[in-house]
Every structure is written in C-alpha cells, then in structure tokens.
C-alpha cells in the first residue's frame, strides 16, 4: 500500500469521522469529476464545481429517493409524519409552501439579541454537564428560546429533539427509532400548545414564521380561522432538529480548532475574532461533511451520464478545501479575502440557518471559554467523532 494513503478512511462516508479525511478527499478531486464508489454503490461529487452542479440541477436530482420519500423504517410513525414534511426533505409543494416564511423569519433575527440569548442559556447549562453535551445544549435551547419556549421547558425540549435526530440517521437502532417517535410526537403537541397559545411573543422566531405564514395565507385566502397545519408544526419541529447535529458540530470543531492551533487563542478573546474562527471553521472542518442527491431522471452532468434511481453523495468539506475555490484551502486562516463556502449547501436547498447558526457557535465558543477550559489538558486527553454518516461532531474523552 501506498504509504501516503494507508491511513485514508475507508470510504467518504468513513471519512466523516475520519481523525483526518482531508487528504482523502484530496486525492478524490485529483479523480473524475463523478466518480462511481462500488461499495457505497453512489456516485461521489468532490470538486467545488461539481457539487455546484449537482446542487442546482434541481430539475433531475431530488433530495430523497422517488420511492422511498420517507425512510421505510420510520414510515407511518410520528417521526415519519414529521420528516415527511420537512422542506430539507422535499422537492414538490411542500417546498415552497413553507420555505420562503422560514426563510423571512431567519434572515430577520437580531443576531446581538441571539449572542445575548445564547449567553444567558448558557450560564443555565449546568459546569458539571460533559463537554460533550454542552455541544448540543447551547445551540439547541438558544433555538427552542427564540422560538418561544418558556425557560423551564428548555432542557426537556433538547431531550426530544436529540431523541428525535435519531430518525435522520440510518445508524440508529430500532429502539432509537422508537425514542425518535415519541419524541416527534411530543414535539409537534408542544408546538400545537404553543402556536395555539396567546399571540406569539413579538420578535420572537415563532412570530416571524407566524406572521410570514399568514402573510401567505391571506395572500391565497386560506387565513380565515384555520388552525396551524401539520406542516408547518413539522416545520417548526424542523427549525430545531436542523439546528441540533449541524450546530453541535460547528461549536465543536471550533474548539477543536483553538485546542489544535494555540496560536489562534488571542484572536478567541475578542467578539470580532470569535466569528472569524467559528466562519474560518465553518470552511475548513465544517460540521456538515455531505449530502446526497437522487436522480428522477436521466442527465448527463460533468460529463457522466447518470440514470433514474442513481444516488450521488455530494462531499461539501472536500469542496471547500479545492484550491480553485478558495486559494491555500489547507491553511487556516482567520482573515480570507473572499471565503467561499458549500458546508451550507447551495442553491434551492441552501440553509437558510447560516447567519443564525455563525452566531450560536460563535456565542457557544465564547461561553465554553469563559468557563477558561484547560485547552492543552484536552488536546493531550484527545477525542472522537461521534458515529454519523454526514455530520463531524467531536466526542471529547
Ligand atoms: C452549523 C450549522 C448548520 C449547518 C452546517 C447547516 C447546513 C445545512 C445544509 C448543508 C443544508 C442543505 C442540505 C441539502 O441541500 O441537502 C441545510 C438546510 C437547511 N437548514 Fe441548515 N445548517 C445549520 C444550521 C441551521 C440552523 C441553525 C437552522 C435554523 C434554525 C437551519 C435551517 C435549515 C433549513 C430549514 C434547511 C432546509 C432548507 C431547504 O431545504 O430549503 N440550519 N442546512
């Protein structure tokens, strides 16, 4: 075996939690711009303009298979009712029936209002709580708080929604599937009570999703009396668990990146150099390694013709490290003229999250800090990637 590649993981997806999968994904643009993995039986997207293409060609790739809209081991089950309705997992009328008061809602936020926010929900994260979690308990509570919940339901609602990701994962187990169900189940009854409830506090993110939603409604006539729809409760419920793995993930590899590079600690004590290194993160080690597309019809792209039913796996962190995309890609650095980024995705299914989850990270790190960790103790003790076939989220030991 080569010596260069003896420690490459065994395939992309391994690569997710590989302890360093970025010389892998090197040598995979040197490769054809799709190029078919046997074992994963996929075709695999690496260079930046490949997965730009496979993202835009909404037309003939979908993001579930035709067949199978709602994974079959969560079909007719609370989970499935939910995923079935998120606008990440659909193409057709559900799309834009919710995304453009999604979309409104996040790009109105008061992001100091959110650091601030978050600031507070994390001096209620109990010290003794393992790092680990503290990953999820910022992001996730800071989400359920701008929705509305009131400051006691918080710890309960991460509860759920960490059940409730399970779902999403074809790693979990039956008894996983089952916890995911009754707590998708609980979930959309607490959103019910709570859309239903007295006039959704002002500025809140409920209220901007409320009130893009009415908008539409009167514009379509729809408004008068009608209860809030399954739909748009799942879309609610969807708001958090987009929030959940992505956003743990993005705290927890710009930690990593200040345990890995002490250099980058002095800039960690400004609000300003926070950002850079959560945005410098969120390029270099992003915590939303890929994503797949399924062909509904036959196109040719990149030159490679693809069939109905074919999957692609579009590998977002080797897109970002393609020199054609972002110049010295291996280098972390705080300052780039023009970082470009795919870890958010890209055309009609881009995150609409990314200015709000820039912000999470960013207050999280800030917080994580001022508990003044000893940050060599933990490069020396190490850590792990949690087991996922997408998401980079470190597992400190
Ligand atoms: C670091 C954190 C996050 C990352 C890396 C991330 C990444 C992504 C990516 C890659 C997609 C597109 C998936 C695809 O096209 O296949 C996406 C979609 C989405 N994200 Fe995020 N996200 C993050 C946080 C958030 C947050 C905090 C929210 C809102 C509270 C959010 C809301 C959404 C929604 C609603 C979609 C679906 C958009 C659509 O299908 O039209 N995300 N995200």
Known sequence: MNPATHDFPADPVAAVTHADPYPYYAALREGPPLAWNDTLRLWVASRADV????????????????????????????????????????????????????????????????REAALLVAQRVPAQQALSDTLFSVPVQT?????????????????????????????STAEQLQQASAAAGALMTRFEVLVAGATPRHGTLLAGVMDGTMAGALADGSAEGAAPSRSLLANLVGLLSQTCDASA???????????????????????????????????????????????????????????AGDAVLVL????????????D????????????????????????????????????????????????????RGWLYRPSVNTRIPLFH
Not at 70 to 96: Q, T
Not at 266 to 287: F, I, K, N, S
Not at 317 to 322: E, G, I, L, Y
Not at 329 to 358: E, K, S, T, W
């Open 51 to 114: 997965v730009e293409q496979v993202l835009q060609a909404h037309a003939a790739l979908r993001v579930r298979p035709a067949a199978e809209p709602v994974p079959r081991a969560i079909v007719g089950s609370a989970a499935g009712e939910v995923f079935g309705h998120l606008v990440r997992m659909n193409d057709g009328a559900a799309h834009p029936a919710h995304r453009p008061a999604l979309q409104r809602a996040l790009a109105g936020l008061d992001l100091n209002a959110v």
């Open 143 to 171: 989400v359920a708080h701008l929705l509305g919940f009131a400051d006691d339901a918080l710890p309960q609602v991460e509860r759920w929604m960490r059940d409730f990701v399970a779902c999403l994962s074809p790693l």
């Open 249 to 307: 993930g993005l705290l927890g590899n710009s930690l990593v990146a200040l345990v890995r590079e002490p250099a980058l600690r002095a800039a960690a004590r400004t609000r300003d150099g926070l950002q850079a290194v959560v945005e410098e993160t969120a390029r270099h080690d992003p915590p939303v390694h890929n994503t797949r597309r399924f062909v509904a019809q036959p196109v040719t792209l990149a030159g490679t013709p693809l069939a």
């Open 316 to 327: 977002l962190a080797s897109a970002n490290r393609d020199a054609s995309f972002n110049p």
């Open 329 to 380: 890609p291996d280098r972390f650095m705080r300052v780039r003229a023009r970082r470009r980024m795919l870890g958010f995705g890209h055309g009609m299914h881009a995150c609409p999250g990314q200015a709000l989850a820039c912000t999470l990270a960013a207050a999280g790190l800030e917080a994580l800090l001022r508990r003044a960790p000893d940050l060599d103790a933990l490069r020396r």
